[in-house]
């Protein structure tokens, strides 16, 4: 257990480098397995997540050498284990480690999960789309009461499938089993955010056909063996945005490296909600310091919505800290979550510090800004949340307390070093 300890009130500026998107790093290292040659992975980020995938790897047979420092990780995954199984206190810890399950059955036709898949706390979220998936390619799955699983591959086939849900996870979990048929598949109501294009970017790169990445319908033609290689993790644009958001409350300059433009692009008509302007040059993103923020109310002067959906809407995962954003923006937002009923809990702790939110239930809350916010003690409750009350807490007036800060170390490299290298007065108690 960590605690952070932040001093607010000093502006977030300077240049900070945005690392690899931690939500296409765990599908792509789960994607080595399927190599019948060593795989690379460059632009990695050093998080939590990534390094429970890599024990994972390792139970399953893999041999893994990991460089947190050159953000790479070599996977050798020719030999694995005759019994594909992932330890309970691995599944515990990550949801992500139900994307095993696919490479386990293109290589060995069987494994076995010793616990429910973990993760963050948000809501209810199903496997039943891929459990559907993998039984229309010819899988079949048993579940026991704690959570426990076993999928076997009876004789794979290629399908036509439609998606109950524009599940991320499923359709990365049913791409890879796909890939590994040699038979056409065709998924229909896919998930077509940037972390799923770069995994189909490695899967084409391995010897899979795919037609239609970044759409909701994709026709995979798969192969007998893939190949490895070299492949890159894409930016993560969620990190990109948390960080503009905290120079935007503490009215700094920021500079912003190694951000993908188009994702920046698809996002910028939601911040330009809170009258946010920045420019772009290649891969470099520039926000002014001491913008005017202010509700671009919608016509007839109505209260704005800002609302989350599959990409290319508002990504979930950005929402927690857009609220931070809006109680420090002059105007009214009403926010939507429909996709997860436990997100929006957090603002509790907003409210707390003198946020001025209405909470009309658990997918909408009403904020209005701007509010000065005082420092608190306080506790993440998940990945996203944790990063949105440490926005909070950098432009609030004195000490904030952030407890369980070590599940924001699940998704967000270094945190307080580099805030502190931006200006933050920052430190964390173990």
């Known amino acids: 257990m960590s605690t952070l300890v932040i001093r607010g009130g000093n502006p977030i500026s300077g240049i900070h480098v945005v690392p690899g998107n931690k939500n296409a790093a765990l599908p792509m290292l789960a994607a080595a397995l399927l190599a019948t ?7 990695l980020p050093h998080i939590a997540d990534v390094c429970v995938m890599i024990e994972g790897l390792r139970a399953l047979g893999a041999k893994v050498t990991y460089d947190s420092k050159a953000h790479t990780a070599y996977i050798d995954a020719r030999r694995l284990r005759k019994e594909a199984e992932i330890p309970a206190e691995i599944c515990s810890k990550i949801r992500t480690s139900f994307l095993f399950v696919a490479p386990a059955l293109a290589r060995q036709g069987k494994i076995r999960l010793r616990a429910a898949p973990g993760g963050d706390s948000i809501g209810r979220r199903r496997l039943d789309t891929h459990v559907m998936g993998f039984e229309a390619l010819g899988a079949k799955t048993s579940f026991w009461k704690n959570g426990a699983c076993t999928v076997i591959a009876k004789k794979l086939h290629g399908a036509y499938f439609m998606l109950d849900e524009a599940s991320v996870m499923a359709t990365e979990n049913l791409l890879m089993l796909a890939a590994s048929i040699e038979d056409e598949t065709t998924f229909y109501n896919t998930a077509c955010e940037p972390h799923v294009q770069n995994l189909c970017e490695m899967l084409i790169q391995m010897g899979a056909t795919i037609e239609g990445v970044g759409t909701n319908r994709l026709v995979i033609r798969g192969v007998k063996k893939l190949k490895g290689g070299t492949f890159r993790v894409g930016s993560d644009t969620i990190e990109a945005a948390s960080y503009m958001v905290a120079a935007l409350v503490t009215r700094g300059a920021l500079t912003l490296e190694n951000v993908e433009p188009q994702d920046m692009t698809v996002l910028a008509p939601v911040f330009k909600k809170f009258g946010v302007r920045w420019t772009i040059d290649g891969t470099t993103l520039r926000l002014p310091a001491k913008q005017n923020l202010r509700t671009a109310y919608d016509l007839g002067a109505a209260i704005p919505k800002i609302e989350d959906g599959p990409w290319p809407m508002t990504p979930s995962d950005l929402l927690s800290v857009l609220i931070v954003l809006a109680t420090q923006t002059r105007g009214t937002e009403l926010f939507f979550e429909k996709m997860f009923e436990s997100r929006l809990y957090f603002v509790d702790h907003l409210i707390g510090m003198g946020a001025k939110i209405v909470q009309c239930d658990p997918h909408r809350a009403v904020v209005t800004g701007p509010t000065i916010l005082q420092g608190s003690i306080v506790s993440s409750p998940d990945i996203r949340a944790g990063m949105a009350l440490i926005i909070a ?14 599940s924001i170390d699940r998704g967000y490299e270094s945190i307080e070093e580099h805030l502190k290298a931006l200006g933050a007065d920052i430190y964390r108690i173990q």
């Open 393 to 406: 807490a950098l432009c609030a007036k004195g000490e904030t307390r952030i407890l369980n800060a070590q």
């Open 37 to 43: 040659e060593p795989v690379t992975l460059t632009n």
